[in-house]
């Protein structure tokens, strides 16, 4: 791979390639990252579609992306939202997952609103029970602006079969707080799962929502919380 270096953008790309098709082609971690900041778009785009492709980079990945993460308030939207891609496709790698947790506890606040936004992306069969209890410690003291990307974190997570009882706890004090807004609330109570003893302000906050004919998902979502909650009301 280090005929590569002064080749022209297309004859890299073909090589790239070439090499990650070939068994034993010796394509490393070192050959592919630098270049997903090449200026060539189409350079650019087989350097991400490979790195797709290999999370069995795991310690090169963590490190490429600890070090872009640790400047997440300089990056621009495209190199935010490409971050967020991408930790999320790669997400079976352990060292990726170890990285996404190590971010959802720091004082780095832009770094971690990306990670929770790729958690919010990942297709994990499986979650990792660290991430839940970090999860639920980030929404325990989650402000107003944090709180709805570690619900939509939460959510698009799939829960062991005997859940989490400490998260979906949290979730539902969420869903019970009137300072919290509506939308944010819903979703909290719809992640928290079923069998949820609901309050006198929850319950008539679902009711509200049911009777309100202008938001259908919303109503939709209203309807299902109630359905799958406890008849007791405290």
Known sequence: SRSLVGEGEGLQRAALVALDQIQGGGLTAADVLPRMNAKDEALRATSVWIVRRHPDWGVSLADYFAARLEKADSLSTEEQELTIDLLASLAESPEIQTLLLKHLDADNRPAMEL??????????SATPLTWLDAL???????????????????????????????????????????????????????????????????????????????????????????????????
């Open 115 to 124: 990670c929770l936004s790729a958690i919010a992306h990942t297709t994990l």
């Open 136 to 234: 639920n410690q980030c929404l325990s003291g989650a402000d107003d602006s944090s709180v709805a990307a570690t619900i939509a974190a939460v959510r698009n997570l799939p829960l062991p079969k005997e859940g989490h009882p400490a998260l979906q706890e949290t979730l539902a004090n969420v869903a019970a707080k009137t300072s919290v807004s509506t939308e944010n609330r819903i979703a909290a109570l719809s992640a928290a799962g079923p069998g949820r003893v609901l309050n006198e302000e929850t319950f008539s906050l679902l009711l509200s929502m049911i009777a309100d004919e202008q938001g259908s998902n919303d109503r939709t979502t209203a309807c299902n919380c109630l359905a799958a909650a406890s008849l007791k009301i405290e």
